[in-house]
């Protein structure tokens, strides 16, 4: 007699194990691309008086860009390890609770990501010149 797992609803199947690279993606893709976005504005682009306003509002863009993507993929976490009715900590031996573990490590990413991102951004709110 052949036995089939129980079908998997959207939360299970959403909840992968690509769901916890995503958020460091997110803080990793931000990083480079306000660095180097100031790198590539103030030495060929500034004014002579370095004026770094459009550096702030483009990794303002970015922030509000990666903070989004991490919120949503965050959102899925908590879908996910919410889903039953178990508790903490998820270590029975069943596909249902190795979702609810992924989710629960994706949300915690995800918040240490969208801290991440906070911290790189709040260096430029600091920087006022390129030099």
């Not at 690509?18 to 997110?26: E, G, H, R, V």
């Not at 949503?72 to 573990?101: C, V, Y």
């Amino acid at each position: 007699m052949k036995t089939t797992k129980p079908a998997a609803d959207g939360l299970l199947s959403s909840a992968k194990l690509w769901t916890l690279t995503f958020a460091p993606l997110c803080w990793a893709a931000h990083f480079l691309a306000s660095y180097l976005t100031s790198a590539i504005y103030c030495a060929k682009y500034a004014p002579a008086d370095g004026d770094g306003l459009p550096i702030r509002i483009a990794v303002a863009l970015f922030t509000v860009i990666a903070l989004s993507l991490i919120a949503w993929i965050g959102g899925i976490g908590l879908r996910a390890h919410h889903m039953g009715e178990t508790k903490l900590p998820h270590d029975d031996n069943t596909s249902r609770s190795e979702q609810r573990f992924l989710g629960f490590a994706t949300l915690l990413l995800s918040l240490l990501s969208g801290v991440a991102i906070l911290f790189t951004a709040l260096v430029f709110v600091i920087m006022e010149t390129c030099h």
